[in-house]
């Protein structure tokens, strides 16, 4: 598929060095600061037309080879016109990793963005309701962080046992 | 003179009626999270038939329900949830942890799923399998007729014993805190391997 309309609007919003891009297949990656995210996501809904936003949600890259940041959150979307999807990638790092939030742009991003503060503690700035909503509400990690344990930090046998005969 | 029976001459036999009425019309309360409800299924309907031992009367509520049979594996989220629906069910009351996963986790050995429900509430009847075959969800419930009949007592006597929690070792001592674990395997020695080549 042809991107060149899509980097084309990169280009006058972002500037020819401010994102990179690489093709594997049929995914098309555009690589962005995390500071000019916002700017090119709304540029490529307003301008590119991707009206949908398919699926947000991250990597934790520590150990990995290689890797200079921390945390890779990924934005898959979709020109529902043309049938057009693009990978938009951004990375953040600790202590505190931060992002605007894409609500503003798709409202289908409240609860994916959700998931990935629950899972990776990424904090969306200007979400409208950044509570957990897969893990329990006291639940004081963030799971898929590659440096919590498999077998978590005994969250799972913290309740008290009831006994046959009551009282 | 006349001759009394004595009273245990008395409650014996009435402990005798209460069995005989509760073990052939135990009500379950399906607590069915995984695959293992659809073996359940399979177990109340026709081709199994659970109705031939008198349990056929499945009720969504547990107010109504003498037998729990918890049938999947049980997540953190979802322990207090059963803990109250286990109280909520009157006396006498007894529980059957259906399949691998209610018993021990299964092959889910990971944050968010509970260890075996015996953890956290008393279970009668385990059964293994991965899902169990409904001929022994039946066998477990043919168990429980048997432990009623033989064990049961008009008010629940038999149940005054059990008052410590009947929860195996706390997994807690078994974990070292510190224990960093990464999918598959040690992640520290998959990435020397990884650096050495």
């Known amino acids: 598929m042809d991107h060149s309309s899509t980097v084309a609007v990169l280009r006058s919003t972002l500037g020819e060095e401010g994102f990179r891009t ?39 890259y520590l150990h990995y080879p290689n890797a200079t940041d921390r945390y890779g959150v990924v934005y898959c979307l979709v020109n529902t016109t043309t049938g057009e999807r693009v990978i938009v990638k951004t990375f953040v790092n600790d202590p505190e990793p931060r ?53 978590g930090r005994l969250e799972r046998h913290n309740f008290p046992a009831i006994a046959r005969a009551e009282g | 003179m006349a001759v009394r029976p ?19 019309s135990l009500w379950p309360m399906p607590f069915a999270t995984a695959c293992c409800g659809i ?3 399979a177990t109340a309907s026709s081709r199994y038939d659970l109705a031939r031992f008198g349990s056929e009367a499945i ?42 996963c209610a018993s021990s986790g299964g092959v889910f050995d990971t944050y968010a799923v509970v260890q075996g429900i015996d953890r956290f509430i008393p279970v009668d009847v385990y059964v293994p399998g991965c899902p169990p075959r409904p001929e022994q969800l039946i066998r477990a419930v043919l168990d429980i007729q048997e432990k009623v ?26 974990l070292a805190p510190q224990e960093k674990i990464v999918a598959p395997g040690d992640y520290r020695t998959a990435t020397q391997e990884w650096e050495a080549n």
């Not at chain 1, 049929?26 to 699926?55: C, H, S, T, W, Y």
């Not at chain 1, 289908?108 to 700035?125: K, S, T």
Request: with cysteine; aromatic share 12%.
């Open chain 2, 59 to 100: 009720r969504f509520s547990p107010r109504q329900c003498d037998l729990m049979i918890v049938a999947g594996r049980v997540v953190m989220k979802m322990v207090p949830v059963m803990q109250r629906i286990w109280l909520q069910m009157p006396e006498p009351k007894w529980c059957i942890s259906m399949g691998a």
């Open chain 2, 149 to 174: 009949k033989k064990k049961g007592t008009l008010f629940g006597r038999e149940f005054e014993e059990r008052k410590a929690p009947e929860r195996p070792r706390a997994l807690a001592l078994e």
């Open chain 2, 39 to 41: 073996e359940l299924m």
């Open chain 1, 22 to 60: 690489s093709q594997f297949r049929d995914n098309f990656r555009i690589v962005v600061p995390a500071d000019r995210l916002f700017d090119a996501l709304r540029a490529l809904k307003e301008q590119a037309g991707f009206d949908m936003l398919a699926d947000v949600t991250a990597v934790d």
């Open chain 1, 99 to 151: 992002l605007p939030s894409a609500f503003p742009l798709w409202k289908g991003a409240d609860w994916l963005e959700r998931e990935v503060f629950d899972m990776f503690g990424i904090v969306f700035e200007g979400h409208p309701d950044l509570r957990r909503i897969l893990m329990p509400e006291g639940f004081a990690s963030y799971p898929l962080r590659k440096d919590y344990p498999l077998r």
């Open chain 2, 6 to 24: 004595n009273e245990n001459f008395l409650i014996t036999q009435l402990d005798w009626l209460a069995n005989f009425v509760r073990a052939n």
